[in-house]
Nanobody, 130 residues
């Protein structure tokens, strides 16, 4: 079982930046799908960005393309989400998630469906004020 711990959330004004971190433990870093999801009050949880730890293939939700960047530090077993040009609609609790990479072709991006992931962190709050 993978343990995930998010950090880096906070409050910023529109146009600001934050970097979220997700420290992992309990497994080796290789061959995982890793992703960031978010959930705003009254809304369903949605996938924001994902990465395959082996190969680094990424995927982004349309709402964050060009503003958010997902990355990994394999030496620290840590996942990051750099969030720039933040908007009030980015306000949500952000969750880190992990699932075993089942060895599909390296050109295939990781999924951004909630039900594809079976390991979750506790979440970190991001608030963007106008």
């Amino acid at each position: 079982q993978v343990q995930l711990a998010e950090s880096g959330g906070g409050s910023v004004q529109t146009g600001g930046s934050l970097r979220l971190s997700c420290a992992t433990s309990g497994t080796t870093w290789s061959h995982y799908f890793m992703a960031w999801f978010r959930q705003a009050p009254g809304k369903e949880r949605e996938g924001v960005a994902g990465i395959r730890t082996s190969g680094g293939k990424t995927i982004y939700a349309d709402s964050v393309k060009g503003r958010f960047t997902i990355s990994q530090d394999n030496t620290k077993n840590t996942l990051y989400l750099q969030m720039n040009s933040l908007k009030p609609e980015d306000t949500a609790t952000y969750y880190c998630a992990a699932a075993r990479d089942m060895g599909i072709g390296p050109w295939v991006p990781p999924p951004l469906r909630e039900d594809e992931y079976n390991n979750w962190g506790q979440g970190t709050q991001v608030t963007v004020s106008s």
